[in-house]
């Protein structure tokens, strides 16, 4: 009796640290939102600010399902660590910070999940916070962000920028031996909006300089498209600088085959970030450069013949084709 005494009393003992252990391992919810480039996930509450001090992030108020933003956070005291949650959502991720840089100024990259759902509200709220060196937590910021809906598909090719400028978006699709297809019927942009394979730009934001405060395009490959095999190229290039030219862009790039980010080929990071300098030129539609990123589709013998019309040009379009003389 007093063995089984004694199992009994471990035994409920057991049965009490795994109810603990279960109790803080909890489901995290935030992937369904967000994930974050070279950060760990934490299943837990975002830590509760202990400092009184404030810190500044910049990002567009806006994203788009399965694309990535540049975040940029500047804090008065040396970071240790960048904390970053989604309000009302489980777990929160830590981006280290880099100890390098002594103006206390730190960047990360978000992705956004594409099969994020907002339902009618299309609005979900972003908390950032930092640790610092002293080992305590600043204030939190929070900031609305908007979600623009966009096709994601089979293959999804975004890219998002930071400033008021005309950045477009190129895909030119691989060219297959013996093709019929024309480099025209290959190349997606804003003057030739849907491939004749079904890729298709369904967003193009700021055109001519617009008002609009969407910085972000998008490609997509639907149901009915067909995803060749074979080298893409994309290109990232400034239409108009706008009323900011002398104020640097960041941009970046992400890639999604199958739900999947993909390896590029020219040895880019996917999601890939860069910087046009302050000054930069408008070039309009010129393809005169390297590709900003390239990536393969691998063949696994799949062809198909497609024959998609072309989607009619918005005025915005036409507006710009007009003017690609002054280039």
């Not at 960047?107 to 979900?124: P, R, T």
């Not at 498209?225 to 992400?254: H, M, Q």
């Not at 990536?295 to 062809?303: L, N, S």
């Amino acid at each position: 009796m007093k063995k089984l005494s004694i199992f009994l009393g471990s035994l409920l003992i057991a049965v009490a640290i795994l109810a603990v252990s279960c109790g803080k391992d909890k489901e995290t919810t935030i992937q369904k939102f967000i994930n974050i480039v070279d950060a760990v996930l934490v299943s837990d509450d975002m830590p509760t600010a202990t400092a009184d001090y404030d810190i500044d992030v910049q990002m567009g108020g806006n994203v788009i399902p399965g694309g990535s933003a540049y975040v940029r956070v500047s804090s008065p005291i040396q970071a240790q660590k960048i904390y970053v949650a989604v309000n009302n959502q489980v777990g929160y991720y830590e981006v280290p910070a880099d100890n390098n840089n002594r103006d206390f100024s730190y960047n990360f990259v978000m992705i956004v999940d594409q099969g994020i759902d907002l339902g009618e509200d299309g609005i979900f709220t972003i908390q950032v916070a930092i640790l610092d060196i002293d080992g305590n937590v600043s204030n939190i910021w929070e900031n609305n962000i908007g979600l623009i809906t966009v096709g994601t598909g089979e293959l999804q090719i975004s890219m998002t920028f930071d400033q008021h400028k005309d950045i477009d978006l190129h895909v030119i699709e691989p060219e297959i031996e013996n093709d019929t297809l024309t480099y025209g019927d290959r190349h997606i942009y804003y003057g030739h909006r849907t491939s004749r394979n079904g890729g298709k730009l369904d967003l193009d934001s700021n055109a001519g300089c617009s008002t609009s405060e969407v910085w972000a395009e998008n490609v997509t490959y639907g149901e009915d498209a067909f995803v060749r095999p074979g080298l893409y190229k994309v290109y990232a290039v400034i239409w108009s600088n706008c009323d900011t030219a002398e104020e640097p862009t960041n941009i970046t790039l992400s890639v999604f085959y199958g739900g999947q980010l993909i390896a590029t080929e020219n040895g880019v990071a996917n999601p890939f970030v860069a910087t046009f300098p302050g000054g930069s030129p408008s070039t309009g539609s010129s393809l005169s450069m390297d590709p900003t990123l390239t990536f393969v589709i691998p063949d696994h013998g799949q062809r198909s013949v497609k024959d998609f019309e072309p989607t009619p040009l918005t005025e915005s379009d036409l507006e710009k084709m007009e003017m690609e003389t002054e280039f």
